[in-house]
């Protein structure tokens, strides 16, 4: 039963972001199809934003109608319409509309505010309901949410999205004008300028992109059964026995911990019936200990902090950062990153720590690495050791450390504010949102209007020695 129950939750915890997090990995393949061309993550990047009204209206009417929003029927919901919309856009992502003398993707952009809706309010329902089961499942609920990221990305490896290759160009110049014809021939980054008859050839070599395995509507299919399949189990997880709900341990030990705190911690946790404080408090004394404000306070922060970096700053700049290393280092460092997520959580499961001290140092560690990707992407598109194996291993090597830090610390993060109270795992959530709006929000200027970032085709890079 446990592990059915683990399975259940896993399956439960993928449906969080997995239809985000396919969009992304898709866009190498919708760019080249879609009007907006590279302009589209700029507005997904807004309309993903605009779709945070769903967890403040959550966390708004918790707060002044605590009662008013029961969590199972707006998960199954929330579930639905990111099933539906999953499978509309496999049939709607490529109709355009005539908008202001030019062709958008309206629908593309409709469709996108309903799946950013489903997932940013995944974050304060998901978490709540977590609160009904044991402790030991919230691991598992993150390492469901870590392969939200996972599967769209092997998905997207398989379906080839956004490999290129490195082909020869020729341009012919003659006097009036220019012919230009493309060839097939590898090599080398190279320029050759050779002059014949009066006309001049000019050959170099331009990235192109290799047609995929399987088209979009194919993708968007696969998507929408992963999202039917956290449906099912979220179903199936309402149909279990209700003795895997939160232990009389559990709750006691919630209830002590934020006695000075919070006065109607009883009242939130939702307890069964009155409690001998005589009886129950004295070993739970030993066992666990108040949380002053002060630590509270620094776990948000934290919290906000971790989530802005690993949801908005550094997702903005990992292009920059290891295209210029050539399109082997960037899909590793994409895959594998999306890896070093459930992995982490893992770790969490069998070798927690609540010590934070311990999770602040990581939490330095990981912002480290995430320091490194940053000075790479500013110095694109000619990082350090560009050319040089070293530097491949380093960019990768630092994707995965940063996220895999990031990650262990968060999970931590919600177990510790799983045992203080439900509220405080819907707090989490919205501070989840919170500080994934703040990292976009300041990095779309620094890519998108002051263009601070430079990209780089690796197939023409000239970069000195």
């Not at 109709?95 to 908008?99: F, G």
């Not at 980054?189 to 000019?202: E, I, K, P, Q, Y």
């Not at 004295?282 to 666990?288: Q, R, S």
């Given at each position: ?10 399956i ?5 972001w ?15 199809e879609?009007?907006e061309?590279?302009?589209?993550p ?9 779709a ?21 029927p707006?998960?199954?919901t ?8 999953c499978?509309?856009f496999?049939?709607l992502?490529n ?5 202001l ?15 950013a ?5 995944s ?11 044991p ?5 598992t609920f993150?390492?469901g ?7 769209p990305?092997?998905?997207?490896l ?9 082909i020869?160009?020729n341009?012919?110049?003659p006097?009036p004008g ?7 021939t ?22 192109r ?13 696969l ?11 979220f ?16 709750l006691l030990?919630?209830q002590?911990t934020?006695?000075?705190?919070q ?15 005589s009886?129950?408090q ?7 200990s ?26 903005s ?13 960037y899909?590793?460092?994409a ?19 609540r ?7 990581l939490?330095v ?8 990707n940053?000075a790479?992407?500013v110095m ?10 070293g ?15 990031l ?8 177990m510790?504010l799983r ?12 501070t ?7 990292g ?5 200027p ?20």
């Open positions: 039963m446990a592990f059915l129950i683990h399975l259940l939750v896993c439960f915890g993928t449906g969080s997995v239809a985000i997090n396919g969009l992304w990995v898709e866009l190498p393949l919708l760019v080249t879609l009007p061309g590279w302009y589209l700029s507005y997904l990047t807004v309309v993903i934003q605009l945070n009204i769903g967890p403040l209206l959550v966390t708004l009417l918790h707060h002044f109608r605590p009662s008013c929003l029961p969590e199972v707006v998960i199954f929330v579930l639905c319409v990111g099933t539906v919309t499978t509309l496999a049939f992502w109709m355009t509309s005539w908008v003398d030019s062709r958008h993707s309206i629908a593309f952009m409709v469709l996108t505010f309903f799946l809706l489903v997932d940013c309010t974050s304060v329902t998901f978490l709540p309901f977590m609160s009904q089961l402790t030991r499942y919230l691991t993150f390492v949410e870590g392969l939200s990221g996972l599967l990305a092997l998905v997207a398989a379906q080839g999205s956004g490999l290129t290759t490195c020869s160009v341009d012919t110049t006097s220019t012919n230009r014809t493309v060839g097939t590898q090599g080398a980054n190279s320029t050759l300028t050779t002059d014949v008859g009066g006309a001049v050839f000019t050959t170099h070599l331009e990235s992109y290799l047609p995929a395995h399987f088209s979009p509507l194919v993708f968007f299919l998507l929408s059964l992963m999202m039917a399949c956290c449906l099912v189990a179903f199936l997880l309402q149909r279990q026995p209700r003795h895997w709900e939160t232990s009389a341990e559990d030990g919630s002590f934020l006695h000075s705190i006065p109607q911690a009883k009242q939130d946790l939702a307890l069964p019936g009155p409690v001998d404080s009886t129950d004295g070993p739970l004394k030993k066992n666990t108040p949380l002053h404000p002060a630590h509270l306070v620094f776990i948000y922060l934290l919290v906000a902090f971790v989530n802005a970096l690993t949801n908005g700053v550094l997702p700049v990992q292009t920059y950062s290891c295209l210029s290393y050539g399109p082997i280092p899909h590793l460092s895959t594998l990153s999306s890896m070093a997520n459930p992995l982490a959580c893992f770790l969490a499961m069998f070798l927690p720590s010590s934070l001290p311990l999770l602040g140092a939490s560690l990981g912002t480290g690495f995430g320091a490194y940053m790479m992407a694109s598109p000619c990082p350090l050791l560009q050319g040089h194996w530097g491949k291993v380093l960019i990768v090597a630092s994707w995965v450390l940063f996220t895999g830090c990650s262990y610390v968060k999970a931590m993060l919600g510790i045992d203080r109270s439900r509220s405080a795992l819907l707090w989490c959530g919205a989840v949102q919170l500080g994934s709006l703040v976009a929000l300041l990095m779309f620094l890519v998108n209007v002051l263009k601070l970032f430079s990209s780089a085709d690796f197939c023409s890079l000239q970069c000195p020695t």
